[in-house]
Structures are given as structure tokens and as C-alpha cells.
């Protein structure tokens, strides 16, 4: 019997274990090890933050889940994993002091980010003054705050919104594109939007770059792109934007931000969220004495080393389309595998920038939950290709790799709006697709509009039932 660990419940860890349930459960021994009793479908959070949806909607018991798939499930926190005696050490989260021993045959690390606000002075809302929707309680601390701030315009004051990103090397921008977005359309439905400025603030080379070099398509023979796309947007909802910089710190009035020419400034706000630097988890990797391997399995950045090719320069990097892993198995320990925000990129798929004083402003790759959950899926089949065959049958990189984002601009299904948005390949791939862009301009595509709401709504509703194992869970796409 061949036992499997997985750490972290997220669209990574959660797809894996489904499929490892599903296919091994009956006679082997799954085991997910998360630190909350819930899924969140973190997705739907950009409504939570305004009000428009409670947390409770965007979340289910795991538990329920894994035992009718057959998964054991530890609630509680890993803090060590020893790679050559094979086993994970968890802080217990279930009311019972102590730890509690897993041992596997094969682990699997989808731990997501860690949200690291301390990187930005001020940031956050737990020691700083911004907002973040980034966990369920950031999100519903958000909501209040931004209702707050609904009232006050309600007795005519005037207020500024800043969103955006909060360090020069912060990824996530769609999550803050959807957020100011709806607080665009919530503040209209609330009869007060006339006293609101909106202003967007990233690290984005360009308006509509999110972190994957933009996206082109070609509409009437011309060639768009996302930035032409998400202007169009921005001129249309009055919100101001300043992309190419770099916030380096907040107080509580203003944001410091320095420009991708080396100039500095602020910005004043009232109301501001800032998705802040995304790094690894903490976990410790312990030799049977108790040495530190962590360098065997991680990178300096806290997320986890795999079949990638690191150390390339980006030039070289953007393009070889194999620099993308294909498997998320550690080169050290083949039977660690890493999926999701966990596992370590080669590089940043944006063209990375340093100013003149030094700073690097890059936004880092995006691995969104679509992306996140197919990693998930073909790790899990390629363990249970090694228990069964001995060999793995599934690859995919993320030059290999669709990814459909539709980004909600409002949830309304009457007036509602949203960005669709498919790329093909996620990285581009300048081998397969010499033009400009590194992507396929039949498939890739973009469209806004009403039917994007009924989409966006129509994917939180697909998703909480796949993501439950309710009946025909297979069959809907990652
Ligand atoms: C507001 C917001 C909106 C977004 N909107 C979209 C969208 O519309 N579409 C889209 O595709 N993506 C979206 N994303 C991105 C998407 O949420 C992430 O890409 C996805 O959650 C990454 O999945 P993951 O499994 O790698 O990590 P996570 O979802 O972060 O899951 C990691 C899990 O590991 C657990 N964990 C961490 N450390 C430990 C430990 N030591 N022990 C035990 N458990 C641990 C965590 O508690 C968590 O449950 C959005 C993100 C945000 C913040």
C-alpha cells in the first residue's frame, strides 16, 4: 500500500487530492493535511469585498468531501517535512495540542503563497493601513471598511480609492483589476460613485499586462491588445491609472511608490488595497539528523524547486518554452512534486525591469486557479502512474497550457459586465509561435460584456459543485 501526502487544500492541493482519491483512496493511503477545515473559492472574494456576497458562499467543509473520496484529511498546520525518512511533522489545528506524524511514499506541496505584507512597510491590514482580499477575514475586514467609506459619500464627502499592487515584485493584478472594477459598479448601484476617484496603481509594464506580457488578439484583421483593452475600460468607468511602479512603502495617508525612470512620489488615498509580495510557505526540511536541506528543495524564495531551468537570463529564458517544468517534481527528491503558486518559476514571464537606482519592478508569473488546479490534476495522475506502472505518462507545461480568465466587472446579471479572456499558451512559446506575441491568434481571445457576468457566476456556481465531488465532478474542466 503506497501512501501520499498532500500539504494545502487550495484549487492545487484540493484538484490533486480528488484525483488521487478518486483513483488510489480504496487501497492506498491519501492524505491532505490542511491548516483550515475549509475550501475557499478565493475567486469570488472580489464580492466579498464589497459587499455583495458573504464569505460563507465562498466556502465548504473539506472533510465532507475527502470521506466520500476517500482521502484522510489532517486539520492543522505542517511545519517540517524529512525528505529521506519520508514523513511530514503538522501542528494540530483541531483542538488537541500537539503534532501529528504523516508518513508518505510521495508529497505533494500546494501550499500557495505566503502573503508577505511585512515586505512593504505599512501594507496590510493586520500592522499596516491597507486593505487586502487575499484571505476570507482580509476580505470581510475590506468589506467593512470600503462600507465605511460608502457612508461617509453618502453625507457628500469626497473619497479616493487606490488599488493596485503593494510591492515592485507583487503578482495577482487581476484580483485587484476585478476589485476596483466592481467597486466601480457597486459605488454607481449605490447612487455615490460621483464622490469617488478611482485610481489603478501597479507594477505592470503596461495597462492589461497582468503579469503574462499582455494578451494580443486579432479582431477585423487588426491585432488588439490587453492594454488597448483594459484603457478602453478605464476611460469608460473614470478610473485613473498609473501602471510601472513600484509601491515601497505606505503610511497613513499616502502611498511611496518609485517609477519604473527612477523617480519617486506618493500618492494620497482614503481607501486603499494593495495585493502584497507573494513568497513560499515556511516549512522546514530536516535530514534524519536534523540537518537543514532546505536549499535541496527550495529556493531562496520559499517556493519549491522542480523540473524547471533556473538561472537563465530572461532573454535566453522567454525563449525556451522547456524552461517551463513539465512534471513539478523535485530534481532532488523524486518524490517530492509541488503544484500551484507553490512550485518555483524559471523566471517571470513579463519582461522584467530595473530602474536606474537599482530596484527591480517585475511583476511575478501569475499561477491562477485554472492553471493552479491542471497542475494539481496531472501531478496526481503521475503519481498514480508510479504506483500503478512505475513511470509517469502526463506532462504539461505552462507553454503547453490554456487558461480561460474571466476577470468580473460588476456581479449584476441585469447591468453586470466582465473581461473573457483565453490565452493559449499562458507563457508564450516563441518556437511553436514566431510572431510577435508567442501565442496561437486564432485561439487566444478576448471579449467584455453581460454575458461575461452570467459567465463569471456561472463558474463560482460549476466549480462549488466539482469541487465537492458532486456528480459528473470529472467532467468539468479544471
Ligand atoms: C481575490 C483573488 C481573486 C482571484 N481571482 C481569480 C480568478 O478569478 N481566477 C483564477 O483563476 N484565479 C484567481 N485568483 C488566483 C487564485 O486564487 C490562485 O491562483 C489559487 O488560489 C492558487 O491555488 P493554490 O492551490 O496554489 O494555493 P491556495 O489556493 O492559496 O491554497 C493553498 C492552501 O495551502 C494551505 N497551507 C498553506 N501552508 C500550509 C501549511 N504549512 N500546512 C497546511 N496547509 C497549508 C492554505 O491554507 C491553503 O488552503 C484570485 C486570487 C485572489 C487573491
Excluded at 460608502?150 to 503578482?171: D, L, N, Q, S
Excluded at 454607481?188 to 496603481?201: H, I, S, T
Excluded at 512505475?390 to 474571466?406: F, K, L, P, Q, V
Amino acid at each position: 500500500m503506497a501512501k501520499v501526502a498532500i500539504i494545502g487544500a487550495g484549487f492545487a492541493g484540493h484538484t490533486a487530492a480528488m484525483y488521487l482519491g478518486d483513483a488510489l483512496g480504496k487501497n492506498h493511503e491519501i492524505t491532505m493535511i490542511n491548516k483550515f477545515e475549509h475550501f475557499y473559492y478565493i475567486p469570488s472574494w472580489v464580492w466579498v469585498g464589497v459587499g455583495r456576497m458573504e464569505l460563507d458562499q465562498t466556502r465548504f467543509h473539506l472533510k465532507k468531501v475527502y470521506d466520500k473520496m476517500n482521502v484522510n484529511f489532517v486539520l492543522g498546520k505542517a511545519t517540517e517535512v524529512h525528505p529521506d525518512e519520508q514523513y511530514v511533522i503538522v501542528e494540530n489545528r483541531d483542538g488537541s495540542n500537539g503534532t501529528t506524524r504523516v508518513d508518505y511514499d510521495y508529497l505533494l506541496i500546494a501550499t500557495g503563497p505566503r502573503l508577505v505584507f511585512e515586505n512593504t512597510k505599512g501594507l496590510g491590514p493586520d500592522d499596516g493601513f491597507t486593505n487586502s482580499i487575499c484571505t476570507g477575514p482580509h476580505a470581510e475586514t475590506s468589506r467593512d471598511n470600503y462600507l465605511a467609506e460608502v457612508e461617509r459619500m453618502r453625507k457628500g464627502e469626497k473619497r479616493k480609492f487606490v488599488i493596485g499592487t503593494g510591492h515592485p515584485g507583487a503578482t495577482c493584478q487581476g484580483a485587484a483589476f476585478e476589485y476596483i472594477t466592481n467597486i466601480h459598479k457597486d459605488l454607481l448601484r449605490r447612487g455615490v460613485r460621483d464622490k469617488a476617484e478611482l485610481q489603478w496603481l501597479s507594477n505592470e509594464q503596461a495597462a492589461g499586462d497582468f503579469g503574462v506580457r499582455g494578451v494580443h488578439v486579432k479582431r477585423g484583421g487588426k491585432v488588439v491588445s490587453s492594454e488597448d483593452f483594459i484603457k478602453a475600460v478605464f476611460k469608460e468607468y473614470d478610473i485613473n491609472w498609473q501602471v510601472q511602479t513600484g509601491v515601497l512603502e505606505v503610511n497613513e495617508k499616502q502611498i511611496h511608490w518609485e517609477n519604473f525612470a527612477g523617480e519617486y512620489g506618493d500618492t494620497d488615498y482614503d481607501f486603499s488595497m494593495l495585493i502584497p509580495q507573494f513568497l513560499g510557505q515556511p516549512l522546514n526540511f530536516l535530514d534524519k539528523d536534523g540537518n537543514d536541506v532546505s536549499s535541496q528543495v527550495v529556493a531562496p524564495n520559499g517556493l519549491v524547486k522542480v523540473d524547471a531551468k533556473y538561472g537563465q537570463p530572461h532573454a535566453e529564458m522567454a525563449q525556451d518554452p522547456d524552461s517551463w517544468p513539465a512534471v513539478y517534481q523535485n530534481p532532488n527528491y523524486a518524490n517530492i512534486f509541488a503544484a500551484g503558486i507553490a512550485f518555483a518559476p524559471p523566471g517571470t514571464i513579463s519582461v522584467p525591469h530595473t530602474t536606474p537606482n537599482g530596484t527591480s519592478i517585475s511583476a511575478a508569473p501569475p499561477r491562477t486557479g485554472m492553471v493552479s488546479g491542471i497542475i494539481g490534476r496531472i501531478v496526481a495522475l503521475n503519481i498514480v502512474d508510479l504506483i500503478k506502472k512505475g513511470r509517469m505518462t502526463h506532462s504539461e507545461r505552462m507553454t503547453e497550457m490554456y487558461a480561460a480568465c474571466i476577470a468580473s466587472m460588476g456581479d449584476s446579471l441585469w447591468d453586470g459586465s466582465a473581461a473573457a479572456i483565453i490565452v493559449y499558451p499562458v507563457v508564450p512559446d516563441f518556437r511553436r509561435y514566431p510572431n510577435e506575441q508567442g501565442r496561437d491568434m486564432f485561439v487566444t481571445h478576448m471579449e467584455m460584456g453581460l454575458a461575461g457576468a452570467w459567465m463569471k457566476r456561472m463558474v463560482h456556481t460549476t466549480f462549488m459543485h466539482k469541487l465537492q465531488g458532486r456528480i459528473g465532478w470529472k467532467m468539468i474542466p479544471e
